[in-house]
């Protein structure tokens, strides 16, 4: 039985922790039982993980100042987490949330330097990755640190170049590792990485840097304009971010987490969140280089809190007074299903080839974004079953096929 | 007895609070017994009072969100100096400190927008002040509150013009007022507001928004370059400035408060510094405009604490282990003689010409700037006994004169 074949009892399923009071705000005013509360919330629905995010300029308001209690604090979530049987992945560098950047004063206006160049910068942020990466890992329910959640969101206000954006990530990820060897240590981005021609920060360094590949699907980029909320695109989004990140890997079998993925209004209407949450999760969790489900987010975001997207205020699983929403008892069933070997049947994998090297011509990224014809043809192919991505280099490679359980490979029209 | 003939008695002398444990980074951990430890420090040498610097981000980290804990820390505090006798004055929007400006995520990155222009930021801004007016207003200790320590640091990070300034300076001053009527209510702007031609805030800002006048002396913005640490130029700029902030006040009794003053390194050195006390509070508190002097800073910085400019590590009246410095002895020396009647016997006042109407025509600011010839001038026959300015427009009103104290005009050379 080759890997895709499994009936994925192992996939993890998460959510991305966003506290019910407070937001991340309540970093400030820490209280071990909200959090309690919260965990109570997620454990109730069968999830075996939650990302969470401590706020990096509360914790480093000098660059050689690191406050203990901003440590004992994220220290007594992971611990909180533990109690309900929750493993955590820790992001370490926030950095960006939910449309807003926290960044140190140290590098901001009469300080003003790129947090990805500026050689102190640079030391500073190490010492606090390497700092927190050790202290985390002396909880037994942490198995993960990410550098930080979609740190590309910190460009452009902090210049970089393809270049010093992988020297910056593939430096940081040796000093967790070091700090951390038990641990996975990650890298994240959102997805203009794989879709931007300009953007600098490359599919490269999603499958090269890192423990895993991690991906975010967000069908407001483009896909939810080309069928809806329940069209194939929309739904199997998750699913070609997936097999992209698989595609490009020097390692056939890396691991692709899905780290975020949510049902953001208006895109998915609250009618039919339920149904893209079963379409998406039947998508992805055929996908045999899916490691875990993380979902965005926990909770909603309270309304007394001003200027963020209209989107973010519904994302959560459950309200800020915690009821549970349709799409969550949804979740909540795949996962038992799928624990129990109720997945589906495992079909011969087939897949398409793609003409672009992504992390060779980073500059053709726009060949397979949403939209384009490669992304279209995938998209209905798709609808025949479990479908993989291969690079034109690979396709005749017995051995690399082999590796990938790919049966069938198949040409666009 | 004209009032600059009394002597000075009522004079108060404080001391600007820098925490002598982690900085302004202390309040994320505040300490009463911290502050109880600095504040007898200041006690003890005879100051009155304290100016305190709240953090506007972790206090208002959303537009709609005010941490009441934030409050209650900066109430704690106020209650710690009332333990010592010491009043106190809190500046609202750090904001700007010693180089570092601290601002919430809400106006940077994603979402910039200027703090002197946006409506809303100007909306949560007023919100922000009047609430902590409010807050404070309840301690008897209490009494005043500037919008914020020097918030034309805050620019040109955030545009604004000279009427956007004023207009945002004056509708939160009247936020603090109509909301603690019993405190003074006041504007903090570095001297650029006096000197520098194109800046966005200006001199009528300073002299007709708030119920008196503040002004902030540092001899390294060009005095100390014309005449070294102990010569006259950098003795008096500080009662330079008080005097030019009274000519120009359209209220010919209006105070002006030495808010901020200090001896910093390399400008004036360790072994010169008592001197430039002695000499610096000889000719201040001779001005009958003069309302007080709050010396920055309380405490030396850690030297554990990175990137903050070199001359701010050494501008304590005491070290970070509470030891006493002798030009803080001077200081204490002087307070002392002046409570006791011991200032220096009152002369006729004279006043020197001046014929730039700041507050007319701001684009000649250059003309009174450090080193102009009338500045020169003034510092020339200041030699010989305290000097006043009037503006040119003023010289012939004998009423005018005689609401100042000044018997004797002299024409610029």
Not at 65 to 72: H, M, N, S
Not at 77 to 87: H, M, N
Request: proline residues 8%; hydrophobic residues 45%.
């Amino acid at each position: 039985m080759s890997p895709h074949q499994a009936n994925r009892p192992s996939l993890r399923f998460g959510a991305n922790y966003v506290p019910s009071r407070g937001w991340f705000y309540s970093w400030l005013d820490f209280s071990a039982d909200d959090a309690r509360r919260d965990f109570a919330d997620l454990a109730e629905i069968g999830l075996d993980h939650v990302r969470v995010f401590p706020i990096w300029p509360w914790i480093q308001p000098n660059r050689t100042l690191i406050r203990r209690r901003g440590i004992d604090d994220l220290l007594a979530l992971i611990d909180v987490a533990a109690e309900f049987g929750l493993g955590v992945c820790v992001d370490l560098l926030q950095g960006h949330l939910s449309s807003f950047d926290f960044l140190p004063s140290w590098v901001l206006t009469w300080h003003r330097r790129s947090v990805f160049t500026d050689e102190r910068v640079r030391e500073g942020v190490g010492t606090y990755v390497g700092l927190l990466a050790r202290e985390v890992a002396t909880r037994e329910n942490v198995f993960a640190v990410t550098l930080g959640n979609e740190v590309n969101n910190l460009w452009p206000a902090n210049p970089t170049t393809a270049a010093d954006s992988t020297r910056w990530a593939a430096e940081l990820v040796e000093i967790a590792r070091a700090a951390a060897p038990r641990l996975l240590s990650l890298h994240s981005l959102y997805d203009a990485a794989w879709y931007d021609p300009e953007h600098p920060f490359t599919p490269a360094d999603c499958v090269e840097i890192g423990d895993l590949t991690t991906v975010h699907s967000w069908v407001f980029n483009g896909v939810s304009a080309i069928d809806g909320p329940l069209g194939p695109a929309t739904v199997t989004h998750a699913d070609y971010l997936v097999a992209l990140a698989a595609a490009n890997s020097p390692d056939p079998a890396r691991p692709v987490w899905l780290q975020e993925v949510g049902a953001p209004r208006p895109d998915i209407g609250e009618a039919d969140a339920a149904a893209f949450v079963r379409g998406m999760l039947d998508a992805v969790t055929a996908n045999p280089a899916l490691w875990g489900v993380t979902w965005w987010c926990s909770h909603d975001l309270d309304r007394g809190l001003a200027d963020f997207p209209e989107r973010e205020y519904d994302l959560g699983l459950f309200t800020v007074d915690h009821k549970i929403k349709p799409a969550t008892r949804e979740l909540a069933t795949v996962i038992r299903d799928l624990r129990a070997g109720a997945g589906p049947s495992p079909a011969p994998l087939r897949a398409l080839v793609c003409d672009v090297d992504l992390r060779a011509v980073p500059e053709r990224r726009a060949e397979v974004a949403p939209g384009s014809p490669f992304h279209r043809e995938w998209v209905r192919l798709r609808e025949s079953g479990p479908l993989a991505i291969v690079n034109a280099t690979d396709a005749d490679d017995a051995e690399y096929l082999g590796a990938r359980g790919v049966e069938t490979v198949l040409s666009p029209a």
